[in-house]
C-alpha cells in the first residue's frame, strides 16, 4: 500500500514537469511563431512600398548575420517564407474564410497593441505600419510544419485542413509530409462512409481516426500478387504502413491464431489502438469487396472478443481493407452488420494531388469537440 502511494507521489512529481515542460514549449513555439509573422509583416510592407528593392532581402539577411553571427534561420529564403506566412494568413480571402468556418471568433487573441497586447510595445514603436493581428490557429503548430504546408498546399481550405489536422494528431514534420504526399485532406474530408452503424455509434471519433484508403505506393508491389504476398510486405514495410493508418495503432501479431471450436483460424494482421483503447483485425483482401467477406471479419471479431479482448477494453473493431470496393455493394452489406466493422481501400500508386472543394465545417465542428 505505501509503495502506492509512493509511486502515485511520484506520479504527481512527473505531472508538474510535464506541465511546466508544455508550457514552455508552448512558449517557445509561440516567440518563434511571433517573430517570423512580425518580420515577415515588416519586411512585406517595406516591398509593397517599394522602399526596398529586389535586393535588399539579400543585404537584410547578411546585415542580420554580420550584426549576431548566433542568429540562425534568416537566410533570404527563410525571410520570403515569413513574408509569404504573414501574406498568405492575413490575406483578406484567408480572413473570410475563416469567418466562413466561424474559426475566428474562437481563435480571437487580444489586441495588437495595448496592455494585453501581443506585440510588445517596443516592437510597436519600431514598426511605422500596422501589422495585422496573427491568428492564434497558426499557434496550434511549429514554424517548421508551417513552412511545409505553405510549400505544399494550394487552397486556403487545404492549409487550414492541415493545420488543424497536424495538431490533432500530433504530427512530427516527416508524418506531416506524408499526410500531405497521400492526400490526407482529400481522405478524411471525402470518406466514403465505409463504416457499419455500430462502428459509428460505438467509435463516432473514428472519422478522424480511421481513414478509408490507403496508400501503399512504398510496397512496390508486382502487377499480379497473393495476399500473402500483400501481407509480407505491410508486415515488413511496418512502420509506413501505421502511419497510413494512424499514430495510435500498435502492431501485434500477423496471420494471429484463433482457436474455436477444436480449430485454428488466422487473422491477417492484428493491432490495438491506444486511444480506443481496443484490438483492431485487419483482413487483407487483393480483389474487389465481396459482401461474403464481412461474415469472416465479424467471426474473428466475435472470437477475439470471446477469448482475447480484456475486462478494461472495448468491443474489437474489424477493417476490410480491399483493392477496391463498389459504394453500393459496400452499402448494403454493412446495413445488416451487427459489429463495428469498416471496409476501405487501399491504392497501389498516389493519386496526384487535386483541390477538394467542400467545407471543412464537420471536421472542425468533430476536432473541437476533443
Known amino acids: ?133 496573427i491568428p492564434s490557429l497558426l499557434m496550434q503548430i511549429n514554424w517548421t510544419s508551417h513552412q511545409q504546408i505553405l510549400n505544399s498546399c494550394k487552397t486556403n481550405e487545404q492549409k487550414i485542413f492541415y493545420i488543424l489536422y497536424s495538431r490533432h494528431e500530433r504530427l512530427e514534420v516527416k508524418e506531416l509530409q506524408r499526410a500531405i504526399k497521400t492526400n490526407a485532406y482529400e481522405s478524411v474530408l471525402g470518406s466514403k462512409d465505409f463504416k457499419s452503424s455500430t462502428l459509428k455509434n460505438l467509435y463516432p471519433e473514428t472519422s478522424l481516426l480511421l481513414k478509408d484508403t490507403a496508400y501503399l505506393e512504398f510496397l512496390g508491389l508486382p502487377k499480379k500478387y497473393k495476399e500473402s504476398r500483400l501481407r509480407k510486405g505491410i508486415v515488413a514495410h511496418m512502420k509506413d504502413f501505421v502511419l497510413e493508418l494512424g499514430k495510435d495503432f500498435l502492431f501485434i501479431d500477423e496471420e494471429h491464431q484463433l482457436e474455436v471450436g477444436g480449430k485454428t483460424y488466422k487473422a491477417d494482421l492484428l493491432f490495438y489502438h491506444r486511444g480506443l483503447h481496443c484490438l483492431v483485425a485487419i483482413e487483407l483482401k487483393t480483389d474487389e469487396f465481396e459482401p461474403s467477406y464481412m461474415g469472416q471479419l465479424e467471426f474473428y471479431l466475435e472470437a477475439l472478443d470471446q477469448t482475447e479482448k480484456r475486462s478494461n477494453e472495448n468491443p474489437s473493431i474489424g477493417i476490410l481493407l480491399c483493392k477496391e470496393a463498389n459504394r453500393e455493394v459496400v452499402k448494403y452489406a454493412l446495413n445488416r452488420s451487427m459489429s463495428p466493422t469498416m471496409v476501405a481501400e487501399y491504392k497501389e500508386k498516389l493519386i496526384p494531388q487535386e483541390v477538394l472543394q467542400r467545407s471543412l465545417e464537420e471536421f472542425i465542428g468533430a476536432i473541437s469537440k476533443k
Open 1 to 133: 500500500m505505501k509503495k502506492e502511494l509512493i509511486k502515485q507521489d511520484f506520479n504527481q512529481v512527473y505531472t508538474i514537469i510535464d506541465i511546466h515542460r508544455t508550457r514552455a514549449f508552448q512558449e517557445i513555439n509561440n516567440n518563434s511563431l511571433m517573430i517570423a509573422w512580425n518580420v515577415g509583416g515588416y519586411v512585406s510592407a517595406k516591398i509593397k512600398s517599394s522602399e526596398w528593392g529586389s535586393n535588399v532581402v539579400t543585404e537584410l539577411s547578411e546585415y542580420l548575420r554580420t550584426r549576431d553571427p548566433s542568429l540562425k534561420g534568416y537566410g533570404r529564403r527563410n525571410i520570403y517564407m515569413m513574408v509569404k506566412f504573414y501574406e498568405t494568413y492575413s490575406s483578406p480571402e484567408f480572413i473570410a474564410l475563416c469567418d466562413k468556418l466561424k474559426l475566428n471568433g474562437k481563435l480571437t487573441l487580444p489586441k495588437t497593441t495595448g496592455k494585453n497586447s501581443i506585440v510588445p510595445s517596443e516592437v510597436a514603436q519600431i514598426v511605422q505600419f500596422e501589422i495585422a493581428q
